[in-house]
């Protein structure tokens, strides 16, 4: 006879069985929609939250991490500024969607409309059992954008997620058709205050011959717990330009599951990571090159202050067709204190023979040749050191090849160094 282990919950997973409880009457969805919902909460209910027994969790342990989940309430907030100039920006007020702005060649609604509807592309059901984003957010999902992009975009589109705290769970879909350009911009924001919880599911769709630009720009509250995932998937000679920045939030973490399904088909992904404090961020990434003919460059570059923690985990797998693949990643981390810690675990999965695949880690911290060079200039120590972690990590955002983007995110960049350092 099989015995069914039953675990104890925690205070968090408590609280987030207890909020779907209290949601569940106001949450969109059809029938089958709501039937998801139950299940992925009786999960939660059963399994509780991954620990770092759970490989894919191992330097995220995220039932140890988790301990306090907020009210689903926050308070109102005003959207701002889009991160381009000429932006048209989709507000997402605190996991709400607004009115679609009329963008030329851009048509769609939101996730509510399409739960309601049954949308087979919006439905709430995991990718694979670890899969703990999937879980909260597929249980809790209220809100967000499923939008089309037919034509070339004139001007940036920014999808802008602003909350004043409480609980907030969206999810989006990008679609991007045959042979379209542009840049589209995903921004989560929060002024300080009230603690946060959020989590985001964006599925993004390049179609063939399509060069697209997306920027995931992380600037929760400090208190904040962002949870992240975006699943990609890349057409025939589609080029897609991937910049995830972390700039906030206290827990945070990023799963980004890429698929390339297109013969001549380019990912270039560059991540910034910058930890003060006592932030734990993760950026877990998971591409599988699965036809021949492609290629992918992966670059993490991490600056970590205080007692902060990083993790970046990047899995590259070849399937046997996938001949002619060229396929690299690389993680760089500053390490600017004794007490903090960054964890780096690359890995390779090839099952093809004609192949140029390399994956390499380095930490350290910065060269005292460097401050000692330009201090004798008479530069403070202070200025050195901005100068030097800025020209680190605004080497990688400068390969976007867009002037406007590259100053705006070393704006931010700038900004947040100059708070920490």
């Not at 400090?222 to 910049?243: M, Q, S, V, Y």
């Amino acid at each position: 006879m099989n015995v069914q282990k039953t675990i104890t919950l925690t205070a968090a997973e408590e609280a987030l069985i207890a909020s779907f409880g209290r949601l569940s009457g106001s949450l969109p969805g059809n029938a089958a929609v709501t039937m998801e919902r139950d299940r992925l909460v009786g999960d939660i209910r059963k399994s509780g939250l991954p620990t770092r027994r759970v490989e894919a969790w191992h330097y995220t342990d995220l039932r140890n991490l988790l301990r306090n989940i907020p009210d689903e309430s926050g308070e109102a907030v005003n959207p701002v500024a889009g991160l381009l100039p000429d932006t048209s920006v989709l507000a997402l007020v605190q996991g709400r969607a607004g009115h679609l702005p009329e963008i030329d060649g851009v048509t769609g609604g939101t996730t509510s409309d399409a739960l309601s509807e049954g949308d087979d592309a919006m439905n709430v059901a995991l990718s694979r059992p670890d899969d703990a984003i999937g879980r909260i957010n597929g249980a809790l999902v209220s809100d967000g954008y499923v939008i089309d992009i037919a034509q070339s975009l004139e001007a940036p589109v920014e999808i802008q997620a602003v909350h004043g705290g409480g609980q907030v769970h969206s999810r989006n879909r990008v679609t991007f058709a045959d042979g379209v350009s542009g840049t589209v911009v995903e921004r989560h924001l929060a002024p300080e205050g009230d603690a946060a919880l959020v989590s985001t599911l964006t599925a993004i769709t390049l179609g063939k011959d399509t060069e697209v630009t997306y920027v995931v720009m992380q600037q929760q509250g400090a208190e904040d717990t962002h949870l992240g995932k975006l699943k990609i998937e890349l057409g025939e000679n589609a080029k897609l330009k991937l910049l995830i920045v972390n700039a906030g939030g206290k827990l945070v973490r990023h799963e980004i599951d890429c698929a390339v399904v297109g013969e001549g088909a380019d990912l270039m992904l560059r991540g910034v990571n910058l930890l003060g404090g006592e932030t734990h961020t993760d950026i877990t990434f998971d591409l599988g090159h699965n036809v021949p003919n492609t290629t992918s460059t992966e670059v993490i570059r991490n600056v970590v202050f205080d007692k902060a923690r990083g993790v970046f985990q990047g899995l590259i797998r070849v399937a046997p067709d996938a001949q002619k693949t060229d396929a690299k990643m690389s993680c760089n981390t500053l390490l600017m204190s004794d007490f903090g810690a960054f964890n780096a675990k690359p890995e390779l999965e090839i099952f093809a023979d004609d192949v140029q695949c390399g994956h390499g880690a380095t930490v350290t911290d910065i060269d005292p040749n460097h401050l000692y060079y330009l201090m004798a200039r008479g530069i403070p120590k202070k200025v050195v050191t901005g100068m030097l972690i800025n020209a680190f990590v605004a080497e990688i955002v400068e390969e976007l090849e867009n002037e406007a983007l590259s100053e705006a995110v070393e704006a931010i960049i700038a900004d947040w160094l100059d708070r920490h350092e």
